[in-house]
């Protein structure tokens, strides 16, 4: 199926459905939020007799993004339910989304997990909120964009290319980001809410440069556990802001950050600026992005063992 099919089978499914129910995966990003509120946005002002809600847990730190919707079980009825940013099914926030009448699947993580009908999967985009752009843009006579939807999804493409920071950043992006800016919005105003981190995150922040374990190789490491974060005042949500930090260290080519959970696993945050990290991530029950990825430790041996193996992995790229 090309992908000029895809997209008209999704809006023959879109109008074809009086409600449409928006999922995005758990522990959301500003992708994940910008994409499910911007294309929600875009379909209520273009499609006013249909009922759209935008479902998963609120954070507060989002707040600025927009509010989630709670719904009953039966409005799942006869309603066309949309995935997005979200690339495998287990991470998929509301486990209801498979009680819809469709399923669609719009994502940018390599497809590793197919489902829905139709899927539109693109890993070479920078985010889904700039996929949701391309979808608006290539369907004008159905589609409408307001000033809020390109608040939302200049959002989403910020987070995910670390202000445009990231390999992911195309010229395409850079165009949708400028096609973005012309409604009315402040980007200046998005970016600094982006950039803000309350002073307990600034205190984490100094934590994680002062206790990084940088190996000789340039992988490096950092283990945060419950009794440490505690006196942060900062749940396992809160960190993702300190992820990127290691990056900025010149002599850090690759890190893992590992996150306790309340089921006492850890969740682990993979990053790279250059050997691939992601096939590292799916032997640990995860997976991703090349260079951004996910995983989970069970205890300190699988912890012991993932930072070898990142050791190894960065050693390898420096010999090829």
Known sequence: MTLSETQHDIIRLIKAHKTIIIHRHQRPDPDAIGSQMGLAAILRASFPGKTVYSVGKQYPGFDWLGKTDSIEDDVYKDALVIVVDTANQPRVDDARY???NALVKIDHHPNDDPFGVPMWVAPDASSTSELIYDFYAANQDNLTMTDDAARLL????VGDTG???YPSTSPHTMAVAGALMAFNFSASAVNQ?????SL?????????YENLTVLESGAA?????????EPFGLKDESTSSIVPLPGRLGEVVAWAIFVESKDHTFRIRLRSKGPEINELAKRHGGGGHPL????????????????EELDNLVQRSKGE
């Not at 307990?200 to 994680?208: F, M």
């Not at 951004?292 to 993932?306: F, L, M, N, P, R």
């Open 98 to 100: 498979t009680m819809g």
């Open 154 to 157: 200049y959002a989403g493409i």
């Open 163 to 165: 202000r445009f920071m």
């Open 193 to 197: 809410q982006e950039d803000e981190i």
């Open 200 to 208: 307990p995150l600034a205190r984490l922040s100094a934590y994680v």
């Open 221 to 229: 490491y950092l283990k945060l556990t419950d009794e440490l974060l």
């Open 292 to 307: 951004a990825s996910g995983a989970v430790a069970h205890d300190d041996t699988e912890i012991k063992q993932v930072i």
